[in-house]
């Protein structure tokens, strides 16, 4: 099924210069290159002598696809809404067939109408018949008519897993599909599911109205439920009574799982069952077993509730949350947007461990003092200590740093950085590329990359960064082997560089002056290490070297 997909043409005309017109049978061809196993990506370009110009590229490029057949929710917690956001959180394309259309919102459902059957066929049929869907995921289907239309097009158009969320109640008690459908979920559904994902009312309906109220209940309801048809079987425990943790049962047919996480205090749920369902749809889509697509599921629906456990949006019991943490930058939880301000390169303040047990500081105090002395930048370079450790002091750091709306990076570790949730990382040539920091951290977060060559700022800027560092300017021992580029390197590096430029290497009070005294405006600010933290007052060491450098820049000016 793999290398089967939805296949994008487009044809650019290009207006080719002379030299290329004349130039006969130019022809250039690069078939089949792979990028992964979901992925496949086919270029063609052909440029025919004196015919007239024109490229076509043709590119095949599988993205995992799911279809989901559900209801719309006009306040956009659940349903179809629902399941595009936790389909583009899981990076999985989604087309969508809409069943019915509800006025709903945190209050609960105000009207349903449903959207002619014949109406759903056509859209089913418009996607099934173009697109290649990998995984379809049921949730509201209102009418016996629409559960046997959805049947006999997946008989038509086979796809490699159908998710069934066999919704029938909203969580604000709201009645979705009446007693007639079951019959069309129980015969003709369950039968063609490669998973049911019931809550525990839900189950309790399909099994003819047994209780089900403890964890043991819902295990003999998993057990019942895979008897009726279904491959697997998930009866979500979100409401059982009394329980401390969200449980819920996982039945494949041989064993049965206890899923367990932390039960989040929030009013925030609506839109719990349709976003497991989908996120379930995604993984299998991304070619996941069943067990770990349910386990990622689960997983994505805790991370996003606690995530978004205090956001209030409407005024009634139940709200919904937010789908799309990751693309959020850290404002959300600190009330500070860190864009990067190149002015904040103007005192750039880099700790090292050595010297902070030289002087017993911590880092936090070290940190502290740098800040409140007027560094405008913070790098914890921290090479000699425990990542656990590290984690915890950055976490700190950033707290300080967040209070005077200072930028705290890191240097070299990414995951440290991804883990306390810092502005950004500082990394050198032999770190990992900067490119790749780029597309792990996102797009908000600060990117510096040291520096020594012009080829080198051209990567830098060419990868996504948002500064260089270049140095060493001067002489120094704080890094070993480090070549020394003199005020020259660093004016050839800044006059090149489309990026902004930090300069370091050896730089201190007496001799800050002339650094900033090369004239070129893209220096904005020197970075340090002994200058400010080789001293047993931080605090006053950073003053000194902050009025030195008001002074240089204002003299410049
Ligand atoms: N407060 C919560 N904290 C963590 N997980 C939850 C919470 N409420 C529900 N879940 C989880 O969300 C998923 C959907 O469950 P549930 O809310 O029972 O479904 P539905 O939305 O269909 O009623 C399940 O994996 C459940 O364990
Ligand atoms: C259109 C539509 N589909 C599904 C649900 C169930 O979601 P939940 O159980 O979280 O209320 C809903 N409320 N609305
Ligand atoms: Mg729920």
Redesign the pocket.
């Known amino acids: 099924m793999w290398g089967e997909g939805f296949s994008l043409n487009i044809a650019v005309s290009l207006s080719v210069p002379q030299g290329f017109r004349q130039s006969k049978g130019l022809s250039l061809v690069l078939v089949n290159s792979r990028i992964n196993r979901n992925k496949q990506t086919r270029i063609f370009m052909e440029m025919q002598g004196n015919e007239s110009p024109t490229t076509s590229y043709q590119s095949t490029v599988n993205i995992p696809h799911v279809l989901t057949v559900a209801g719309s929710d006009s306040g956009a917690g659940a349903g179809i809404q629902a399941d595009l956001k936790a389909c583009a959180a899981r990076g999985v394309y989604c087309s969508t067939v809409i069943t019915a259309v509800t006025a709903q919102n945190t209050i609960g459902v105000q009207g349903v109408n449903v959207v002619p059957e014949d109406f759903v066929a056509e859209q089913m049929k418009s996607v099934l018949s173009d697109m290649h869907v990998d995984v379809v995921k049921t949730g509201m289907l209102p009418s016996i008519g629409i559960v046997k239309i959805l049947h006999q097009h997946l008989r038509e158009y086979p796809v490699r897993a159908l998710v069934v ?1 066999p919704v029938m109640v909203s ?1 604000s008690g709201d009645v979705l599909a009446g007693p007639s459908v079951l019959a069309g979920f129980r015969e003709e559904l369950l039968p063609m599911a490669d998973i049911i994902t019931p ?2 009312k839900e189950a309790s309906a399909l099994l003819d109205g047994v209780k089900i109220k403890t964890v043991s209940d819902m295990r003999s309801a998993a057990k019942l439920l895979h008897d009726m048809g279904a491959r697997n079987v998930l009866v ?4 059982l009574p009394d329980s401390l943790d ?3 049962i996982f039945f494949d047919g041989e064993h049965l799982y206890e899923l367990r ?4 205090k ?1 009013r925030n ?1 609506h839109g ?3 976003t ?1 369902a989908s996120c379930i749809a995604a993984e299998l889509a991304k070619g996941a077993s069943m067990l770990e697509a349910v386990k990622v599921a ?1 997983c994505f ?2 991370t996003a ?1 606690d995530y978004s456990k205090e956001i209030f949006i409407g005024n009634g019991p139940q709200g919904p949350f937010d789908h799309l943490m990751k693309l959020k930058s850290n404002a959300h939880n600190s009330g500070r947007q860190v864009r990067f301000n190149p002015s904040d390169l103007f005192l750039y303040a880099v700790t090292d461990s050595g010297m902070n047990r030289r002087w017993g500081h911590s880092i936090s105090d070290a940190v502290k003092a740098a800040v409140q002395g007027g560094a405008t930048i913070v790098q914890l370079r921290e090479k000699d200590i425990e990542t656990r450790d590290f984690v915890e002091a950055a976490k700190s750091c950033l707290q300080i740093c967040r209070a005077h709306g200072v930028p705290l990076l890191i240097n070299d570790r990414i995951d440290v950085a991804l883990a306390c949730d810092a502005d950004g990382v500082h990394i050198g040539q032999s770190d990992m590329p900067a490119r790749t920091a780029r597309a792990l951290l996102g797009p908000e977060k600060i990117i510096g990359v040291s520096c020594k060559t012009p080829e080198q700022a051209e990567q830098a800027w060419i990868a996504g960064a948002d500064y260089i560092g270049c140095g060493g300017v001067y002489p120094t021992h704080t890094k070993a082997n480090n070549l020394t580029v003199g005020l020259d390197g660093l004016k050839t590096v800044c006059l090149a560089s489309k990026l902004p430029v930090v300069a370091i290497g050896g730089i201190k009070v007496s001799n800050a002056r002339p650094v900033m005294e090369i004239g070129v405006p893209n220096l904005k600010g020197v970075a340090v290490v002994s200058a400010i933290f080789d001293s047993e007052c931080v605090l006053t060491e950073t003053r000194k070297l902050h009025a030195v450098l008001t002074e240089a820049t204002a003299a410049v000016k």
Do not use: F, Y
């Open positions: 969320d969580t809550n525990l979500k425990g979100g409401d969200a449980v819920d996480s932390s039960r989040i929030t749920t719990t069952g349709c497991l689960k629906v805790e509730l």
